[in-house]
């Protein structure tokens, strides 16, 4: 797909959300269960389900994934697809690629080891490295571009709200 062809196929789109700001809200969801034995939760995914459990630092044995990583994978994922389409419509050629997201979390905080701890990943770093002509200033623009418009990336600024209630 190249920049018009981008262009051609989200700009309906884009007229229809201008015109009715209200149709641009998109529901997403997910979906899981407690059906696996074990401290795990099994997720639903578009692969089949996934049984997340303990990362090996707070107790698991390494068998389950983590959920950290799954959320490295889901934005890494996010970033991935958001860099591919802003480069396509920069029109960008990039003949390769390879991704990688990485972060750190300390154990101390989700154990309840320090309340100090913070809880959750830190310093996550999205790296690309692509086999372009594209000059640096460019590449610049496309992470600034890429980072903006991740909607994995930008939904970490907001933690979610939890709700917990009986089952009817």
């Not at 480069?87 to 154990?107: G, K």
């Not at 770093?125 to 992470?143: C, F, H, P, Q, S």
Request: one cysteine or more.
């Amino acid at each position: 797909m190249d920049a018009a062809d981008l262009r051609a196929l989200q700009a309906p789109l884009k007229e229809k959300y201008r015109t009715d700001p209200d149709t641009a809200v998109t529901p997403l969801h997910a979906s899981g269960d407690f059906s696996a034995d074990g401290i795990t939760a099994v997720v639903t995914s578009w692969a089949g389900p996934v049984r997340a459990g303990l990362h090996p630092a707070t107790g698991g044995d390494g068998s389950d994934s983590c959920s950290g990583d799954m959320l490295l994978q889901a934005v890494l994922a996010c970033a991935g697809v958001t860099m591919r389409s802003v480069a396509t419509v920069m029109d960008i050629e990039i003949r390769s690629a390879a991704l990688r997201a990485d972060a750190m979390f300390d154990a101390r905080g989700t154990l309840g080891v320090s309340r100090e701890t913070p809880v959750g990943i830190q310093q996550l770093v999205i790296t690309a490295e692509l086999d372009t002509d594209a000059d640096d200033t460019t590449l610049a623009k496309l992470g600034q571009l890429t980072e903006r418009y991740c909607v994995v990336g930008q939904s970490l600024a907001e933690p979610p709200r939890f709700v917990v209630r009986r089952a009817a």
